[in-house]
């Protein structure tokens, strides 16, 4: 559900570049492989072959997705709703964003939908601009190059409705029923539903480089490097465990959360529901590990080379 940003490649993201390549600064991204943990009861972990190549992915909630080099997509996992079913043309793709419907972003700036839908296949006109997309559990999101966040599909509990001034945006996030903006005073905007206090930014609301969505919790890197994690917390998930700092990216799951340190270790915490072994089943640490992502109850690590 989430993607995240780093303020370091920031200017980057300004000057047109995939949000995809941030987590280990380069531009272009270099081309590697996923490792995949977690369930397996739809065929989500199968990566499909050859598993190298791969420039940026996205965990659904029973499907997977990675983008090649050249630009194609490739889906695994359930079909429900056509999630696996690549609009064409398969090309010039830069960054791919899933739950149970998906958003593309073309090195174009346009965003393609598709999947289930609850009016999240209507991007809204101009469909220009973007560099960066979120999708939340029937809203989505698209980061424009001048800063503002463009916020459509299900719209029940306010998670469309972008807080003003809408300006200054670095980063997105889109979680079940709510939403999160970072600005570039390192601050967080976050709206839609906060019934266990997930729009409920901690204080100081400042030095903040990252930002994800879980179902129903938030979280955060600071530029320390450690994460603040706030909302539902029923299983732990917003319970960072000790030594918290270090870390490069986080991603939020249903009831889990999942963090990676710069050294390439990955530590996840919350639930582990029937033994899915997303907390249990994570890969060693590898240095070259640069980015993770989290789906419903199944997760997903690049390497790159």
Request: proline share 6%.
């Amino acid at each position: 559900m989430k993607r995240v940003v780093y303020l370091p490649v920031l200017i980057l993201l300004f000057a047109g570049c995939p949000k995809s390549v941030m987590e280990n600064s380069t531009y272009p991204p270099v081309p590697g492989s996923i490792a995949p943990w977690g369930s397996n009861a739809r065929g989500e972990c199968n990566v499909s072959m050859p598993n190298e190549g791969y420039t940026a992915f996205s965990a659904g909630v029973s499907a997977s997705f990675g983008i090649r080099a050249d630009g194609s997509i490739e889906a695994w996992g359930w079909n429900v709703h056509g999630a696996c079913d690549i609009p064409e043309p398969n090309t010039g793709f830069i960054e791919v964003s899933a739950s149970d419907n998906v958003l593309g972003l073309k090195e174009d700036g346009s965003i393609v939908a598709w999947g289930a839908s609850t009016g999240t296949h209507m991007v809204p006109a101009p469909n220009t601009g973007f560099i960066a997309i979120s999708t939340g559990g029937h809203h989505n999101m698209g980061l424009k190059q001048d800063g503002s966040i463009v916020a459509w599909g299900r719209n029940s509990s306010g998670q469309c409705i972008v807080p003003e001034p809408n300006s200054g945006f670095v980063a997105i996030a889109a979680g079940l029923l709510h939403s999160m903006g970072l600005r570039d005073d390192g601050s967080i905007e976050a709206w839609g539903w906060n019934m266990y206090g997930q729009c409920d930014v901690p204080t100081p609301n400042s030095g903040f480089v990252a930002i994800a969505c879980g179902s129903s919790h938030s979280l955060a890197i600071r530029d320390d490097g450690s994460i603040a994690a706030w909302g539902k917390n029923e299983e732990h998930q917003c319970d960072v465990p000790s030594l918290n700092g270090g870390y490069i990216d986080v991603t939020g799951g249903y009831e889990f959360s999942v963090g990676l340190k710069a050294d390439g270790t990955i530590v996840a915490w919350g639930l582990d529901e029937t033994g899915f072994g997303y907390l249990t089943g994570i890969p060693e640490s590898d240095s070259n590990f640069i980015a993770v992502d989290a789906g419903h109850v199944h997760c997903l690590a690049l390497r790159g080379l």
